[in-house]
């Protein structure tokens, strides 16, 4: 059989992949450990017995937008949904990328912007933070100056570093060019500040957030931003008709009752991660990298030890405990990530983990 080819550019990509496996403790993926409160599942299953699901969604999404508006200070033209901030980010690269229309990248970071810029067509030009992770602004400026990208993608905390990026890595970019900064900020509510407030219709800036970590949502797919009017309603033109579930509306809208319980929750996962880095740094070769998210990033042994992280991945797994390996990753070389999970969940990680790697550095 003749077979069709796809595009030409994309057939050295590879989908975006986190592996699942059988395991007791599953920290590998960044959701919330815990599910919604019972409260919200009866008000939103009430919200649905009285919706007809014979007609479409509301196209606009303005229920959920106007309480998402009101909850972030924000009015609801500036206010963008869709089915995870992942198609957010799909659509702002349809808009605004595309060929002769590049996309900067500070690598590491999260692998789905030069991906979907990729499926996107729109080229991709990336620089390396600095040793600590961070972003240098100086060579911000410089590789805007040198490039003139239409996007620029800054993901504050930062994944997987958790890395939450100085206020001034972000007037950098935005003075720099003509670029459309996007802020990533899919783990924001577990960090110290956030650029929401810093969206007016005067820069081109467009804040990402998702429901799927803070929310308990992550079944669910969504996501939003707070942009300038003039970007939503460019956004508008190019997403899918009825794109976004009416229960899926429903969810968004009905969770905005309940923030005080997300924002106990928030504080909940905030003292974990600050448990799991006191216990990571209590294990001899293991170094926890400062985070601002609801994970951390830990080197395993020297700088770049592949092939230890590696067996210490292997050997966790063993143990029926799973975390994201990101050792061979360029520029997290020799570390794993963890997700915060719950007191027993962390507890039963850093026990693992401490066997782990004596039995792995005793190879």
């Known amino acids: 059989m003749n077979r069709p080819t796809p595009r030409d550019d994309l057939q050295a990509l590879e989908g975006y992949h986190s592996p699942q496996l059988d395991v007791d403790v599953r920290l590998n993926t960044n959701e919330s450990p815990l599910p919604p409160p019972p409260a919200f599942l009866d008000a939103w299953i009430d919200t649905l017995r009285a919706t007809p699901l014979h007609r479409y969604p509301d196209r606009a999404a303005a229920g959920l937008r106007r309480a998402l508006g009101a909850g972030l200070g924000q009015p609801v033209g500036r206010v963008f949904c869709a089915n995870g901030s992942n198609e957010v980010l799909q659509t702002l690269m349809l808009t605004y990328g595309g060929p ?21 067509g729109t080229p991709v030009v990336a620089i390396p933070r600095r040793s600590d992770f961070t972003v240098d602004p100086d060579a911000l400026v410089a590789a805007i100056g040198a490039n003139d990208p239409a996007l620029v993608f800054l993901c504050s905390p930062n ?14 970019a935005l003075g720099a060019g003509r670029a459309l900064v996007v802020v990533d900020e899919a783990y924001g509510e577990f960090a110290e500040r956030s650029a929401i ?29 707070i942009a300038p009017t003039w970007v939503v309603d460019e956004l508008d033109k190019v997403v899918l008709p009825y794109h976004l579930a009416t229960a899926t509306q429903a969810a968004g809208t009905v969770a905005l009752r309940f923030r005080e319980e997300m924002a106990a929750r928030v504080r909940e996962l905030v003292a974990e991660r600050e448990h799991l880095v006191t216990g990571l740094s209590g294990i001899d070769g293991v170094e926890p990298v400062p985070s601002g998210a609801n994970f951390v990033l830990f080197r395993v042994g020297t700088p770049g030890d592949v092939a230890l992280a590696r067996t210490v991945w292997d050997r966790l797994v063993a143990r029926r405990v799973l975390v994201r390996d990101f050792s061979a990753w360029p520029g997290v070389e020799g570390c794993l990530r963890v997700t915060v999970g719950t007191r027993g969940e962390n507890d039963a990680f ?10 792995s550095e005793a190879r």
């Open 350 to 359: 850093l026990t693992a983990l401490e066997a782990a790697v004596r039995e």
């Open 159 to 172: 994944n997987p570093t958790g890395t939450v990026d100085a206020p001034e890595v972000l007037e950098a």
């Open 100 to 120: 002769g229309r590049p996309a900067l990248v500070v690598e590491p970071t999260y692998a789905l912007h030069a991906h979907i810029a990729r499926i996107t």
């Open 197 to 225: 407030g810093e969206v007016s219709e005067e820069r081109p800036l467009v804040v990402v957030r998702t429901y799927s970590k803070v929310w308990s949502l992550a079944a669910l797919r969504l996501g939003y931003c």
